[in-house]
């Protein structure tokens, strides 16, 4: 799935420190703006326990993770949606990603220079969002003058487009994202013809201190963070970038010893990586065999059939049936064998919509 979320934040914020970590890509952090200027990828693996546990019952020859895309995007500042400091370029780089995850600064360090001078979290997310809704703003305005035009002219595709850019227009005036705002299916489809970049899900990623992140203790930055994304309805990740960085450098024994040492259940990179996989409404089923147990991502409301299209065209073209278990029945029966003997294992169709966590084997005639 060619699907990618981008890193976005102010400059200092600890944005391409985080990307160093997720990647181990080495993109250039340094203490000062624009240190990113071209947009850095970097493909993860998403980290799923039932991948390892399907490892341990089938023991194949290898193990192969599904993987996804993070897009490290240059710190934008005030005034970007104006050209300001690399404005134009960064917009156009957000423009390209499906998902934003926004880095917000939540620690003190007079060591590390804020670009406005002070640490203030909803400030620094408010500056951001407001760039998107005025890029998006000039998008609308601009179309809304050209559909106008054909809509008097009883265009039936330009009416109805006028009112769904009436309603974002509104909203945005507003100071609203686009993300905010309940369509119909009908309506969601012109919305998303649009690319609007405040239309984008939302993942905040407050970045704490190493001492806070260890503790467990919410202080004020974050607690606003927090009430910020409650409030807009998004979700906020609680990580310390300096930490990840550390853990990214170790094997994985070391780095589950580390944790431990810190007393921390799971790395927050882990976290980050699911919560960004499923803020674009992204699942996983598997394939299992002797030769290879494989994870494969699909999009949630894919059939049988496309999800079979992801592994191989020729699946897709001559699919017949899926042979189907669920990943609990598989593993609760230890293995297929067990699983088809407590009548676990279903043969789906055409019109079977693919769930989390499918066992899957795919029946194809070319």
Known sequence: MALTAGIVGLPNVGKSTLFNAITKAGALAANYPFATIDPNVGIVEVPDYRLDNLTELVKPKKTVPTAFEFTDIAGIVKGASKGEGLGNKFLSHIRDVDAICQVVRAFDDENITHVSGKVDPIDDIEVINMELILADLESVEKRYARVQKMAKQKDKEAVAEEAVLSIVKEALENEQPVRSIEFTPE?????????????????????????????????????????????????????????????????????KEYLADLGIEEAGLDKLIRASYHLLGLATYFTAGEQEVRAWTFRHGMTAPQCAGIIHTDFERGFIRAETVSYDDLVDNKGMTGAKEAGKVRLEGKEYLMKDGDVVHFRFNV
Do not use: F, R
């Open 187 to 255: 309506q969601l489809k012109v919305v998303k013809g649009m690319h609007l970049l405040t239309a984008k899900p939302m993942l905040y990623v407050a970045n704490v201190s190493e001492d806070d992140l260890v503790s467990g203790d919410e202080n004020d930055y974050l607690k606003a963070i927090k009430n910020y994304a409650e409030n807009e309805g998004s979700e906020v990740i609680v990580i310390s970038a300096k930490i990840e960085e550390e853990l990214a450098a170790l094997d994985e024994e070391d780095k």
